[in-house]
């Protein structure tokens, strides 16, 4: 019998009595259903190597490759589906991404046409302190808008910007700035309905660069601030303090998330996957 225990939170379960090794297709449509209700779902105290995590994170969808290092090879070259979120440095050169820095508020890779539809992180060394890494219920953050706030933003689309990571530095081959009508990205509306549970969420990526589309700059930044005030303040956040063997799952459709900085003389450790999309976000 899989053990469902929600967090008392606004969002995320930890589930346990769960063999990922041998998930029969009833186990697996309870872990779905349970993932869909409470967004985020924590598995503690696993023992997974790259084929296995790579294998229960393809029952949710085609997974998505790692970007190509400089390098020109994968993070680990036979498990391309790996990514490494890391602070280490092996021989002079970063072994994954993120560094030991703050990740502000953000869904993954929304500045893309079809953006992924989960992503799975696997702690395999913790820091003693810090690096918490937060989730919010993006559904209940667009309920607790204002309605005159929800009128106002319906119909309207908001560009996403690719250029910076989620810990703010600079992707190779951009400019540090653009004009808000140049900005790289994709845009997508305020307000999407989540393909599968129907229900309507706040679709924000990140602050940064964000745009709302057709309006002046002026204009778009006000607006943003003002939604952003909203959800920086909102309740319906939930903490994930780590624990080596940890594996949380997310549904990027209707959560953010962010991670608090830590020391950088503490090593921390994850392998990640990422589920992609199969449908553009819609209202
Ligand atoms: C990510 C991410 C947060 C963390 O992997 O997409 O934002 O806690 N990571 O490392
Ligand atoms: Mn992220």
Known sequence: MIKIEPTGESLGATISNVDMA?????????????W??????RF???TLDDTSLAAFSRRFGKLDNAPIGRGGDYPIPDRPEITIISNIIEDGKAIGGLGNSEAVWHSD????DMPPKASLLYGMEIPNTGGDTWFCN?????EDLPEAMKTRIVGLRCKHDSTRTSSGSLRTGFAEQYSPEEQPGEDHPLIVRHPETSRQALYLGRRRNAYIVGMSAADSDVL??????????????????????????????CTMHRRDGFDDAERRLMHRTQ????IRPAT
Not at 227 to 251: E, F, R, Y
Not at 275 to 278: A, L, P, T, Y
């Open 36 to 41: 869909l209700e409470h967004l985020v779902l």
């Open 22 to 34: 041998n998930l029969d297709q009833s186990a697996f449509d309870e872990i779905h259903a349970a």
């Open 138 to 142: 993006m559904y209940r953050v667009y």
């Open 275 to 278: 589920v992609q999309g199969d």
């Open 224 to 253: 943003l601030d003002e939604i952003w005030d909203h959800a920086n303040a909102s309740p319906h956040s939930w903490a994930q303090k780590w624990a080596v063997g940890d594996l949380v799952l997310w549904d990027n459709r």
């Open 109 to 112: 890779m929304t500045y893309v």
């Open 44 to 46: 503690r105290g696993q």
